[in-house]
């Protein structure tokens, strides 16, 4: 007689790939056009200006002494002092932002 194995496959469905750009919100013509208008405007205010500045300039002394691919996938924290992994870089360490003062 002879002796068989039967191997069971789970077939796991693959998830889809995220899109290039992250998601994307339905807007009607007028309405992305009035957001986009909007988040220029945001992002050409001297504050946002000074914080992009100070991002690109940690980012790029960091690049010099550790290389390109240390920092993939990393964001400065700036209460910290340090960079850190993206995930970790968001809601206050794991405690949220509910209660971070406004």
């Known amino acids: 007689m002879c002796n068989t194995i039967i191997v ?16 994307i919100q339905k807007l009607s ?17 001297p504050a946002r200006r000074e914080k992009r500045r100070e991002n690109q300039n940690i980012r790029n002394k960091v690049e010099k002494t550790k290389g390109k691919l240390w920092l993939l996938g990393k964001d ?12 970790a870089n968001r809601g206050n360490d794991g405690s949220g932002t509910k209660k971070e003062k406004k």
């Open 76 to 87: 400065y924290d700036h209460k910290d002092g340090k960079f850190k992994s993206v995930n």
């Open 8 to 23: 069971h496959r789970q077939l796991k469905q693959m998830a889809k790939p995220k899109k290039k750009g992250g998601p």
């Open 29 to 45: 013509p007028k309405g992305k056009k009035d957001k986009a208008e909007r988040d220029l405007k945001i992002a050409m205010t």
